[in-house]
């Protein structure tokens, strides 16, 4: 997704979303090195001038002059959108009249008009571009053809865009044979066309640092290469007729001409390939040679002007050949040599060059390729181990914590010594430590552990130690027994199947405890045990068998992203600081947690507010570098992705313990769009080294998904969210559902969330027994979609069998969800820009009861980037205080009634509402209890001809909550339409109505 800034974005054409209606005509890619093979194409090539050495081309192109015949709808399209459409994805931040400019290069009289549109319209201002001027040239312009000016009025050709958030950009053919580079939109009704340039081909540095992978540096995975004369890569034609070599790509992100040095033989000519990412880069077929081998620019291919990013995976791969049938070549080849081909890169490689002395990037020979999938990891040492190093453990065994049902019990075992930046072995990969906890009944656990440094790490910061723990929350009263499985190996701890041997004296550590009954009450989960998915649209507690509803924040997404953590960083200081949470810090209580002599007090102030409210959830991300907050990462440095910073993460534990023992759900959002693979946002291509295994379940993803399962599961009230607007793909989401089902012992809930127009898509593949999601966790663009939507999925789950928890975590666009109270800070309904939007009074009726009455599981807010206290710098939630008393004031409706809502489905159509709009809503329990809630006051009729027998009909606040009151009609009876009758003051004000028996 490309971003609007301050009126302005501008975009490369080939960079497109999507193309559509390509039957009979389609944008076709030319670059420097491939032209499409279409054809009628009368021109010549144009990409050397082009941006970026690449363009788009509606082909064929079978009129070029006036004089050849116009046949609509096949060379010709006078209608907007019909033919070769293009899409392009735009997060708007200003909303206004924008005016579009597109590069062409037109070469005659037929190949000149193009038709622009936004959001699947064609309005009459993006119709029929016209290029007159600049003919055989790339050439900007924003003309309009006309009756009266058919070369094109300036200033006609313009987008207007209401709304904030994101939208859809498309351009579709006029004439074929239109070529095109780039486009751009603009507010600036006086814009000028940039000027015109001699050439747009990348130009590389005179002094580029040329980088050079020799071939002996590869691995073949696969074989069928052997190392010749102990610099060549070849292939013995006794063995194999072809090989492949993979490396991961070490050097900066940048356009690069890439050699490949290939070695001439006299008895074949070898084929070679070159990839990126398993994305072709080009193939050579070596020449012969006079001789058994020879090397030399003869024998070497340059392919020009290569984008190519840190991390992809190289790969190259060569097959052998013969000239007589007889005798083959070996496919030897030496090197492949970079060099800059524009000066942002040689800039780029220079840095590098000067840093790395031998060129070749120092973590690269140390990485593992196969482990890491096209991310790189970058170790904050390259040392083996830390020196110097202490004694081991003596493998003896504490448990800690309140021996009580549902409460945090830690077993700590004095074991192997081990420091956070060790490589060989890597104490949180290829330590595996996990302890099998059994009840008497039989019952048991198998949880994972972890390094946890000298066992104090919040306080003292610790890096090293000899503490290895384990945590654990048991769900029965008597006795229980543990036993430690500590084992050591390549990749042990994320593989349960990895090579592993067992480690004395800490392997079989065992031993007994006695656990009683919970002595805590009222909000304190430990008081109602763990929130768990029991094949319902609900979560049950299964210590007091209550169902839950959720209502909380889901801003800000950086919470984390706090000063008082060990580790943390501001990685966009300016844009992002991190957060303080002053307007908290009188919130926290005497004896409340806090680390290091009093650190902590405004985040865990925040969460005692957030809880004195009555709400129930927060939610934060746990890692989000390279995304629009980039703060947030549990590794002891940003790009050191194996290894996992000890104190920082007890800190977090403080936080989240404290949120379990004020009633309070954790929502992990364990990634982000911008870093959850290689696609850009909604985009199919891009690069994220910020990514874990580039989308894939590698060593990254594992660790990563097993370190934060095993520190922080314990915690009564969750949910695993596998990413924020995800864009990886089904494989990729089941694969991270298996292992987390495989990793966590007590089956929190797994959602997903998606953008708003992504739903069908990533949502439809994992419904029923397809996947083992068990909820989702929903966005959308207006607030007014959030009931309808709730019903679908809501429904769509329950009729595969498998019914999901079904929330709705991000209601409305990006640039508003949630607003501030009226009054807070000034606000009026008006954002930031002065446009009205709306008051808490409209959230309350379409997102909070919206969901629940859709058969949701509830709601968390996010606060939009057009309001104060926003998603990314929100410090105080007192920004919704009246917001927050509405949630409780809904939860409290369904709990304290005893509403059965967990058994409970929509069913508007009785109250007549059969399209699920905003008039009313209507759940239902047919024939024992019904609740009607009214957005905008009045009564209305419901249809109990399914219910016999005599329904009490009672009143609820939804403003301020209370008592259930009496309306105008006290009884109602079944078998029929009924009124309800009015509601007992302000009429014009919502309600929820309950008719039970």
Request: aromatic share 12%.
């Amino acid at each position: 997704m490309f971003t609007e800034t301050d009126g302005f974005v501008k975009v490369e054409a080939e960079d497109f979303a999507s193309q559509s209606n390509t039957d009979k005509r389609a944008f076709y890619l030319t670059t420097a090195e491939s032209t499409p093979s279409v054809k009628p194409d009368g021109d010549p090539a144009h990409a050397a001038e082009a941006s970026g050495g690449a363009y788009l081309e509606i082909l064929p192109d079978t009129r070029r002059t006036h004089a050849d015949k116009l046949i609509r709808g096949t060379n010709f399209s006078p209608e907007a959108g019909k033919m070769a459409v293009l899409t392009y994805r735009v997060k708007v931040q200003t909303p206004g009249r924008y005016y579009v400019w597109v590069r062409a290069y037109s070469t005659g009289s037929e190949d000149n008009g193009l038709h622009v549109g936004i959001d699947g319209t064609w309005p009459d201002s993006g119709q029929r571009l016209q290029w007159c001027q600049g003919k055989h040239s790339w050439y900007w312009d924003s003309k309009q053809r006309t009756e009266a000016q058919h070369c094109g009025e300036p200033g006609k050709i313009f987008l207007d865009i209401h709304e904030p958030g994101e939208h859809k950009i498309h351009f579709s053919m006029r004439e074929d044979g239109f070529e095109f580079d780039q486009w751009l939109m603009t507010t600036d009704s006086n814009f000028q066309r940039p000027p015109a340039s001699k050439s747009n081909k990348p130009k590389a540095a005179a002094t580029a640092q040329t980088l050079s992978l020799p071939a002996k540096e590869f691995e073949f995975k696969s074989g069928g290469y052997y190392l010749d004369q102990g610099k060549w890569l070849a292939i013995n034609p006794d063995r194999n007729k072809s090989a492949a070599a993979q490396k991961v790509f070490p050097f900066p992100s940048g356009r690069y001409d890439i050699t490949l040095k290939a070695v001439g033989e006299n008895d074949g000519q070898s084929t070679y390939t070159v990839a990126a990412d398993k994305e072709s880069i080009g193939t050579f077929t070596c020449p012969m040679a006079d001789q058994t081998f020879a090397e030399g620019k003869q024998f070497h291919k340059t392919f020009a002007n290569v984008q190519i990013t840190e991390g992809a995976e190289l790969e190259v791969t060569s097959k052998i050949a013969s000239a007589d049938g007889k005798e083959y070549s070996r496919a030897r080849w030496g090197e492949l040599t970079f060099t800059p081909a524009n000066d942002a890169t040689a800039k780029a490689a220079a840095k590098f060059a000067k840093e790395n002395k031998h060129v070749v990037a120092k973590t690269s020979a140390k990485s593992d390729s196969k482990d890491r999938t096209g991310s790189p990891t970058k170790p904050v040492s390259d040392q083996p181990l830390q020196m110097p190093r202490e004694k081991d453990g003596d493998g003896s065994v504490q448990v800690t914590g309140q021996k009580r049902m549902w409460h945090k019990i830690t077993l700590t075992l004095n074991g192997p010594y081990a420091h956070e930046q060790d490589n060989a072995p890597n104490p949180y990969l290829d330590h595996r430590m996990e302890i099998e906890f059994k009840h008497e009944s039989g019952k048991q656990y198998l949880v994972p552990g972890y390094f946890a440094a000298d066992g104090d790490a919040a306080n003292s910061s610790a890096e090293s130690g000899t503490q290895w723990r384990a945590h654990f929350a048991p769900d029965e009263t008597g006795s229980w027994t543990y036993t430690v499985r500590f084992a050591t190996g390549k990749n042990a701890a994320i593989d349960r199947d990895a090579s592993a041997e067992a480690v004395a004296p800490f392997d079989g550590k065992s031993g007994t405890f006695a656990v009683a009954k919970t002595n805590k009450s009222g909000r304190d989960l430990r008081a109602h045990g763990r929130l768990t998915y029991v094949n319902k649209p609900y979560l049950q507690f299964a210590g007091s068998g209550q169902y839950f509803l959720k209502a909380g924040a889901d801003a800000p997404e950086t919470l984390l992203g706090y000063a008082e953590f060990d580790g943390t960083v501001a990685g966009k200081p300016g844009k992002v600081p991190l957060k303080k949470y002053a307007p908290h810090i009188g919130d926290w209580r005497r004896g409340d947690p806090t680390w290091k002599d009093g650190q902590g007090k405004g985040l865990i102030g925040a969460v005692n507010y957030l809880s004195s409210k009555g709400c129930n959830a927060f939610s934060f991300l746990t890692y989000n570098a390279g995304g629009d907050g980039d703060n947030v990462w549990p590794f002891i440095q940003r790009d050191d992705k194996l290894h996992y910073d000890c104190s920082k993460l007890d800190q977090w534990g403080i936080v989240f313990d404290h949120g379990t023992q004020n009633g309070m759900y954790l929502h992990f959002k364990l990634q982000e769009t911008e870093n959850d693979d290689h696609r850009q946002g909604q985009k199919a291509n891009g690069y994220k080294p910020e990514s874990l295994d580039g989308g894939k379940l590698g060593s990254q993803r594992k660790l990563y998904l097993r370190e934060i399962i095993a520190r922080f599961g314990h915690n009564l009230a969750l949910n695993w969210n596998l990413s924020e607007e995800t864009t990886q793909t089904t494989d990729e989401h089941l694969a991270m559902l298996n292992y987390i089902e495989e990793m966590d012992p007590y089956g929190h809930n797994r959602v997903l969330h998606t953008y708003p127009g992504e739903q069908d898509k990533k949502y439809d593949p994992l419904l029923g027994d397809k996947s083992n999601l068990t909820g989702v966790s929903l966005q959308n663009s207006h607030i007014k979609d959030t009931h309808w939507q709730t019903v679908k999925w809501s429904e769509k789950a329950r009729e595969a069998g498998k019914p999901w928890v079904v929330a709705f975590d991000e209601s409305g666009s990006a640039a508003h969800g949630q607003c501030p109270d009226l009054g807070y800070r000034g606000y009026d309904g008006h954002d930031k820009t002065g446009k009205m939007t709306y008051t808490q009074h409209e959230v309350r009726k379409q997102t909070l009861w919206g969901n629940f009455m859709g058969g949701g599981g509830g709601v968390e807010y996010y606060f939009g980037y057009q309001y104060e206290e926003n998603d990314l710098g929100c410090e105080d939630w007192r920004s919704r205080d009246q917001s927050w008393d509405a949630c409780r004031v809904a939860i409290e409706f369904f709990q304290n009634n005893s509403v059965p809502f967990w058994d409970m489905i929509n069913a508007d159509e009785l109250v007549g509402n059969d399209k699920h709009d905003n008039s009313k809503y209507c759940l239902a329990k047919t024939g024992e209890a019904y609740v009607v809630y009214l957005p905008n006051g009045g009564s209305t009729s419901i249809d109990l001809s399914d219910a016999d027998g005599e329904f009490q009909v009672q009143w609820y606040n939804a403003r301020i909550g209370g008592d259930l009151q009496s309306g105008s009609v006290k009884t109602v009876s079944g078998g029929g339409t009924v009124e309800i009758g009015n509601p007992p003051a302000d009429a014009d004000q919502d309600w929820a109505v309950l008719l039970r028996k």
